[in-house]
């Protein structure tokens, strides 16, 4: 399962407004929402529900908010850049850069933990993630991915 595959360009942020978690929450659902019947609160609810279990935020400047919703009917991906970095309560207690965004259907548990491996197993290699980092554009961003993905 490629992530190109599952990520639509309007789910792209290329350089995130928001300061805080809560905000990055909400910006990213706003980009989600889009492309799902979903309105961007009831995403954001769903990313903020699974917070409350623990941070999404894993490290090394990394964040996978992620959630299952009924009202989706397929796989979504979306992606942030905040080239400054946020507060997120990261597992390291270092600011977030970059985020993947996972919402699947609520029936959809094999799938939903393919594509969290696929994202983390592209956020180990070091070029990729520093490509992400220096990347300014939705494009830049989309090719990036679509480019490393068919190396898998």
Do not use: W
Not at 64 to 71: A, F, S, T, V
Not at 79 to 95: I, Q, R
Not at 103 to 123: C, D, E, F, R, W
């Amino acid at each position: 399962m490629k992530i190109s595959q599952l990520l639509d360009k309007n789910t792209i942020i290329a350089d995130l407004k928001s300061t805080d978690k809560s905000g990055v929450i909400a910006e990213l659902a706003a980009a989600i929402s889009e492309c799902t019947k979903a309105t961007a609160d009831q995403i954001a609810e769903v990313l903020k529900e699974r917070e409350q279990l623990g941070s999404t935020g894993i490290g090394g400047g990394i964040a996978i908010p992620h959630g299952k919703l009924d009202l989706v009917d397929t796989i979504v991906v979306g992606f942030g850049l905040s080239p400054k970095g946020l507060e997120y309560d990261s597992l390291d207690n270092k600011p977030v850069h970059i985020f993947f965004v996972l919402l699947t259907p609520v029936n959809s548990t094999g799938g939903h933990l393919k594509v969290l491996a696929q994202i983390s197993k592209l956020l180990k290699m070091e070029q990729f993630k520093k490509g992400l980092m220096a990347s300014t554009s939705v494009d830049e961003i989309y090719d990036l991915i679509k480019e490393q993905d068919e190396d898998f």
